[in-house]
């Protein structure tokens, strides 16, 4: 199917996409994961990580200046075979769908947790579900319009912090950096996971604008001042080992906020959350669908939804506790990370040797 300039996705529209799927539910435990594990002013480690990203995206744009907007399924199958790249495109799948069914059900453990004890969860998951499939059926263009409009509702919770800077304290800050960590690289997956979905953009490149690179960048900037701003305010507002000792320092931190027009900040702000968990699970969702397409083509794209989102619904129904969630979610978060380095080192492989081959050829026709 050709895309036309007026269907591609506009850089405004993937800025705003990238951050939405960006900055999950980790977000809640960020304070408390970069305290854990690097110690006094652990908030610095998101400034770290947020390079290794960068380098990360770097990569990508290189990936489709160089492919010449040509999907990665298209680059690499001009060189390798399908079939040998079959059980890496199901590892794809696998973890995508993985982690859209677990960050919906650790979600749902806490909503329940905090508002719906008595709720059984199959409700909220057929919720999701039913939301997933019809973005999903709309195609990626009506999926990113309608989370641009979503993430509307949800930029404007963070300016509720600007109530708590009375209650700020530079005096809580130590002149100690990364004293009293406890494993620097556990941490580092930990902190890159909040910056996790973004390498879905690779599936973009035959849908997007020649200038569309620099959205990969203003998304994840936005992502990384989100998150900056919300865990340096955490270790402003709490001692350290309040911060240590609370699994979600920013719900407590939303607690405190009074605000004379809104009653229970932190409870709108959680709900509100749901719009960025939807944009999540449905983007990864996306991006194993368009895996599958890649795989055959012969079967219509509603069936493969149908597939996907069943294979998500039972996987969000196993977890039976929060802490069953998070041991699934750190081992696919890992794997999606490995996936976020090894396609775009192994694409620009590909596009250097397809490149050396091009040159080799010209140079025999001018000799001949």
Known sequence: ????????????????????????????????????????NGWLSILFVFFLVNVNLVMIAIMYKLGKGRSIFQIIEATVPKWVMMPFYMFMICVWVGLASMIMREYIFIIKIF?????????????FTLLSFQLLTGGIHHITKALVVLTCFVIPMIFLLLYLIP?????????????????????????YSIYLGVEITMLFFPMVDKKWTKSLFIGNFLSMFAS???????????????????????MTLFEYTEVSFLSRAE????CVFAFKVLATAVIYYWGAQQTLRNITAKVKPNLWIIGILTTGFVLALIPDSIGHVDKWLNWLSNCA????????????????????????????????
């Open 1 to 40: 199917m050709v895309i036309t300039m007026n269907q591609r996705l506009q850089p405004f529209q993937l800025s705003i996409l990238i951050y939405t799927v960006q900055n999950g539910l980790a977000l809640y435990t960020l304070p408390q994961i970069t305290a854990r594990y690097f110690g006094t």
């Open 115 to 127: 508002f719906y004890p008595a709720l059984p969860a199959v409700y909220f998951v057929i919720f």
């Open 167 to 191: 209650e700020f304290e530079f005096s809580r800050f130590t002149p100690f950096y990364f004293k009293g960590g406890t494993d620097y690289f556990k941490g580092t997956l930990h902190v």
């Open 228 to 250: 900056l701003l919300v865990t340096f305010m955490s270790f402003g507002f709490f001692s350290f080992d309040q911060i240590l000792n609370d699994l979600y320092p920013i």
């Open 267 to 270: 409870n709108l702000c959680f």
């Open 337 to 368: 990370i490995i996936i976020a380095w090894v396609i775009p080192i192994f694409v620009l492989g590909i596009l250097v040797i397809q490149m050396l081959k091009n040159q080799m050829k010209r140079e025999t026709e001018y000799a001949n």
